[in-house]
């Protein structure tokens, strides 16, 4: 709610060991300066914001814009989709390509890793859902359902359920031994941009089924599933009894949607508004996080805070509060699609086809 305060940098020089001497102007001040990082503060708002250049950049996995991306649990591998119609699976260190996923028609629109690190989960514009094998990528699955291209995915512990969300407006469940639609678990009428399954609170009624769930539905009950909508609701529902949790609406369509704890959410809209919310009381939100008016375009729970990215370029890391930000640097104007992240790597994908490699033990 204040004025926006602004300064400039000016380098002066490098030292001998290749390290820039920097300048601030008035009202901030340049903390430690190394090859990757600069820490600048403004004293008189106390607030401080760390610039971090990535550790490496892939340029070569693909030709055009990098639409999603994962790690794999171990981090050895990653998987990318991109707007070349390409799928490819790489080596995590260096960017190496190991594998070429073919099979959807038109883009993909998201992938991710299995929790075994083998298999790997995607969706596209052609409203197919595939899982495909790492290790040989050939695709052992293709479900069919939707009506819409699938623009989010999430896996139910293990894997042996998973969910997708799509254009069509509908949330599906699906068994993957059975290559079968479970169920709609909603059909709300609207894009659903983005989900996120995870169990719930203890004292958060959940509801109770209609009818008995298939035998097939493993790991569904305790279980909350976020629903991130373009018509600017953000909802929760019981994932095994179907019935809606809550209703919040936001100032702008949704885009995506995580959890940070059982009892803690946090969701990104089109306007650039981050909504944490506690999910036993959605009427007021905790914080609405807004740095700009850029789209949020996705948000990963990390350590004690989150990863945001923007469709101004711009991803950072807020870690308990606001006076200290962590801004990963060098997309410039480019819209951040996702983020991913193994250990103290994190990984971003952007629109100019550049993966990147930010390393966080440089601090």
Request: aromatic content about 8%; hydrophobic content about 35%.
């Amino acid at each position: 709610g204040k004025p926006t305060l602004y300064g400039s940098l000016t380098r002066r020089g490098l030292s001998t060991e290749g390290v820039p001497d920097i300048a601030a102007s008035e009202g901030f001040v340049v903390g430690e300066v190394t090859k990757k990082s600069i820490l600048i503060s403004c004293p008189h708002e106390n607030v401080s914001t760390k610039f971090l250049a990535p550790y490496t950049t892939f340029c070569r996995i693909h030709q055009k814009s990098i639409t999603c991306l994962d790690i794999s649990s171990g981090g050895g591998l990653g998987v990318s989709t991109s707007t070349d119609g390409t799928m490819k699976i790489w080596q995590a260190a260096n960017g190496e390509i190991r594998r070429l996923l073919e099979g959807h028609v038109y883009d993909v629109n998201c992938c991710r890793f299995f929790p075994s690190g083998l298999v790997v989960l995607s969706g596209g514009m052609d409203a197919q859902l595939k899982i495909w094998s790492a290790e040989d990528a050939s695709c052992v699955v293709t479900f069919k359902g939707h009506k819409g291209g699938i623009l989010d995915t999430a896996i139910v512990d293990r894997g042996r359920n998973v969910l997708s969300c799509s254009r069509d407006g509908t949330a599906r469940l699906w068994d993957c031994g059975k290559s079968a639609c479970l169920g709609v678990i909603v059909d709300c009428g609207s894009p659903v941009n983005g989900i996120a399954v995870s169990t719930a609170d203890n004292s958060l009624n959940l509801g109770m089924p209609e009818k008995a769930p298939s035998e097939r539905e493993v790991g569904t009950e305790g279980k909350i599933l976020l629903l991130a909508r373009e018509d600017k609701k953000l909802q929760g529902v019981g994932l095994q009894s179907r019935q809606p949790v809550f209703l919040f609406v936001g100032s702008d369509a949704f885009n995506c949607c995580t959890f940070l704890s059982s009892t803690y959410i946090l969701a990104g809209t089109q306007d650039g508004n981050i909504y944490q919310l506690d999910v036993r009381n959605t009427n007021v939100p905790i914080q609405v996080i807004h740095r700009s008016g850029a789209p949020v375009l996705s948000l990963l729970p990390y350590r004690d805070g989150f990863i945001a990215s923007q469709g101004d370029g711009t991803c950072f890391i807020v870690q308990q509060d606001l006076d200290y930000v962590l801004d990963l640097t060098e997309a410039d104007c480019d819209p951040v699609y996702k983020v991913a992240s193994w250990e103290k790597q994190i990984y971003t994908c952007c629109r100019d086809g550049i993966v990147r490699r930010y390393q966080l033990s440089d601090l």
